[in-house]
């Protein structure tokens, strides 16, 4: 066998094992992304039943909360990023590493100092690689967010937004996540979680069901300072879990095409490689073709 | 007679739902028992146990800190971590 097509013979097989990996990740993906779907839709009664409580008692006592109270001058404004652990995502971390660089930028701009949250290695490799320091850093749980983790971060937001620019906290904070809107698309977007803004949901309340006057046990106050760190969490819990929806839908649609390439791959040196076996056939031909010619004509 | 429509509902999934005719909780306040036709109320929870009576049958489960909201013969009882080993026949898992 000549040079040549051992080395086609050789990438063919380079490239086989890839497209095994690839359409492993690829499946393996797929399945996933149904249960991380799943677990999105098993939040919602948790996040409803929060919002609704919310808008009760903002309907009813005066919502005045350090955590819905807008600052005068922000100087400080935290920045949480949400990545992935591992790559393979095609350009999801890319995405979002992008818009958080926009908004830093602009945030910078309007003379606020930027205080970032990291989250997922991707992230920490991206401030790390740019020697930028980085408040606080969270990974190992991108693609599967416990309510711990949620709740891990959340916290440590609150206590610096609620300890404010002056004791080294955050006036404000944003969030960068990516958001599920289906399989093919998913979308990064820029939230802004605390001050908190509380937003109704998409299912207004219909007349039937206007909120009665409640009693507070103890007081609306108290009510409200335990409803409003309970938000933030199940807010951070939901960009959590979309991220790692949106994370997985972008793997398996990245691996999807590698495998798609590799089968292209593999077509064309295979037959480059028939190519060359041909070739050599035909040399091999026309040179005992030629030695025998010479051979009669020397008789 | 009406009846409580009754949502346990913890962060990451709804544990039990259903009708029952007798739900007690533990609020900040000290234990708090709520019977159909109750006032619409908002009360903080702090862990302890909830448990619901319906068609007879005692249902149990443990809770963190949470909430529970009342209105209209509907109860809503939210916390973070749920503890529903001993729920029987827990519905919607």
Known sequence: MGAQQREYRQRTRSIKSMKKITRAMELIAASRVVKARARVVETTPYAEAITKAVSAVATFADVDHPLTTERDKPVRAGLVIISSDRGMAGAYSANVMKRSEQLREHLEQSGREVVPYLVGRKAEQFYKFRRREAAGTWSGFSDSPSFDAAEEISQRITDDFIAGAVEDGVDELHVVSTKFINMVTQEVQVIRLLPLEVVEGNAEPSDDELYPLYDFEPSSEEVLDQLLPKYVKARMFNVLLQAAASELAARQRAMKSATDNAEELIKTYTRLANQARQAEITQEISEIVGGASALADAK | ?93
């Open chain 2, 1 to 93: 007679m009406s009846e409580l429509k009754v949502s346990l509902v913890a962060a990451d999934r709804t544990v039990w739902e259903g009708t029952a005719s007798k739900v007690i909780v533990r609020s900040i306040e000290g234990d708090m028992g709520i019977l159909p036709g109750h006032t619409p109320v908002l009360g903080v929870l702090v862990s302890g146990d909830v448990r619901i009576e319906s068609g007879g049958k005692q249902h149990k489960a443990t809770i963190d800190s949470g909430f529970l909201s009342v209105d209209h013969n509907s109860v809503t009882i939210v916390a973070d971590r749920v503890d529903a080993d001993d729920m029987v026949e827990a519905v919607g898992r």
